[in-house]
């Protein structure tokens, strides 16, 4: 089976460990501090702070952020839950805006129709690799006198009319979990230009302790570990490669799908796409159903995966609240989009393979 994913790692990334396994100093450390120092430098922002996984990055910068109890936070009801639960985990309300149909990330008419004198924040989602309506979205929030905070938890690398997604928002985070475009097994990264926020989030994370054993708020132990720190070091060093190498599988995949009904990813204009994810759109009119496409693809050894089933703002955890939905095109779009392999580890006749399986049978 061709597996929808799978983490690229080497040599280099299996020495780094050992050498920190080696040093005795596993727990948080110098390997951490320099691949917080790399990842601000590789995306252009002052801070950098590494978590143990991208729900505690959000966690913990929405907290920086002043997001608690009594306010609202707009996120896209199209997303993983993270995005969500870590806005109900500082006791704020997530309220479930709309996507686009062709980007698949936060519809700005829609955000801004659910904005109320509680809306704190628009936590929008850079959804599958490529960025929201990063534009629209901050005029919204300079309109409205919000916080405007990147979800870049898929988005690693990617760009914004030539800025890299993680400076574009007050606070940006980023997960490093074993699928993603870089990983270090689980972790993630909070990222900001804002010296006061980024001190915030390094109390948040550390037992909200200022120094030895005082504890001046309450905090969480949401470190890295060196062990990861070393992975991610290596692993952002071969990103753009990574990439490199998803965005070519991709325009294969687009060259050699064209079946009716089927819809390749769209890239928004100026911007790059980074194939977290590669996601068709199986239609009105395609051949089979997206779940009939589904199983034959699994029938030719085609791993395949759906992101995601079931709009945020429909999972029993939310359901029923007031003020929740429609979402109509979220909806539409968890019965209709398929995820294909585009990892960087497929080989031309795997791409062969997918394309094919996919040409005969819509
Ligand atoms: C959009 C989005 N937000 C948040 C997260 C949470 O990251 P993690 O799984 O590292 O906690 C993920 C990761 O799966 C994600 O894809």
């Known amino acids: 089976m061709i597996p929808v994913s799978r983490p690229c790692l080497g040599r280099e990334e299996a020495e780094a460990v050992a050498r920190v396994m080696g040093s005795g100093m596993i727990a948080q450390g110098e390997a951490v501090a320099a691949f917080e120092r790399a990842f601000a430098s590789y995306i252009g922002v002052k801070h950098a702070i590494a978590t143990s996984n991208g729900t505690t990055a959000l966690h913990t910068a929405l907290l920086a952020a002043g997001v608690g109890p009594g306010d609202e936070v707009i996120v896209p009801s199209f997303t993983f839950i993270a995005t969500a639960t870590s806005v109900s985990m500082c006791g704020a309300t997530p309220v479930f805006a709309d996507v686009d149909d062709r980007f698949f990330c936060l519809d700005p008419a829609s955000a801004e129709a659910l904005v109320t004198e509680r809306t704190k924040a628009v936590l929008g989602v850079h959804l599958f690799g490529q960025p929201f309506d990063v534009l629209a979205l901050t005029d919204l929030c300079q309109d409205q006198d919000l916080l405007l905070l990147e979800d870049a938890c898929q988005a690693h690398g990617s760009t914004f009319r030539g800025k890299r997604l993680g400076s574009l928002g007050e606070l940006a985070c980023f997960s490093f979990y074993a699928t993603k475009n870089m990983t270090t097994g689980e972790g993630g990264m909070v990222t ?7 001190a915030k989030v390094r109390l948040l994370i550390n037992h909200g302790q200022k120094e030895k054993y005082l504890h001046t708020t309450l905090g969480y132990n949401y470190r890295m ?6 992975m991610g070091f290596v692993q952002l060093g071969r990103l ?5 190498k998803r965005q070519a599988n991709a325009k294969y995949l687009d060259n050699h799908i064209q079946c009716p009904g089927v819809v390749t990813p769209a890239v928004r204009p100026a911007c790059t796409h980074v194939y977290h994810q590669y996601v068709l759109k199986v239609e009105n009119g395609a051949k089979l159903p997206r779940d009939g496409l589904l199983q034959g693809l699994a029938a030719r050894g085609v ?9 945020v703002h429909d999972q029993p955890l939310y359901r029923g609240q007031q003020g929740r939905g429609p979402c109509p095109v979220s909806i539409r779009l ?14 031309r006749e795997d791409l062969e393979a997918i394309g094919r399986a996919v040409q005969e049978m819509m």
Do not use: I, K, Q, W
């Open 192 to 198: 900001t230009a804002d010296p006061e926020l980024a």
């Open 225 to 230: 570990t060196d062990m990861n720190g070393a």
């Open 240 to 244: 753009e490669g990574m990439n490199a």
């Open 303 to 311: 791993g395949t995966a759906v992101h995601y089933p079931r709009p």
């Open 334 to 347: 968890a019965s209709s989009v398929l995820s294909l392999p585009v990892h960087p580890l497929l080989s």
